[in-house]
């Protein structure tokens, strides 16, 4: 019986790693998930602009990185002030979205 609950637990365990977030830094334009192919939407308006009116207006911040969208979590007031720039974020990927721990302009 105790093999048995064992073996059950390490299954477990086993199931449950794959679902954690891993630590993962990406470099892109930050943007929204609305706009996230980086066709901005308002006319006149800069993408700076566009991607924090579609914010206020119930999209999330984004990054595009290597052609593909990641939702952004955390820090918004950080990741508003680099809106429309190319940035690094750094954080806990799980899925498609990307916690962030830290954002700063890219190099």
Known sequence: MKKMFASLMILIAMGVLPAMAAPTTLTGV????????????????TEAVC????????????????GKTYV???KAAEVSALAGKKATVSGDLNGNTLTVNSVAAAK
Do not use: Q, W, Y
């Not at 930050?30 to 308006?45: A, E, L």
């Open 72 to 74: 952004l979590a955390g």
């Open 30 to 45: 930050i943007t929204d998930d609305m706009c996230g192919n980086g066709k901005h939407m308002m006319p006149g308006k």
């Open 51 to 66: 991607t924090r009116e579609c914010v206020k207006h119930g999209a999330k911040f984004a990054v595009v990185s290597n």
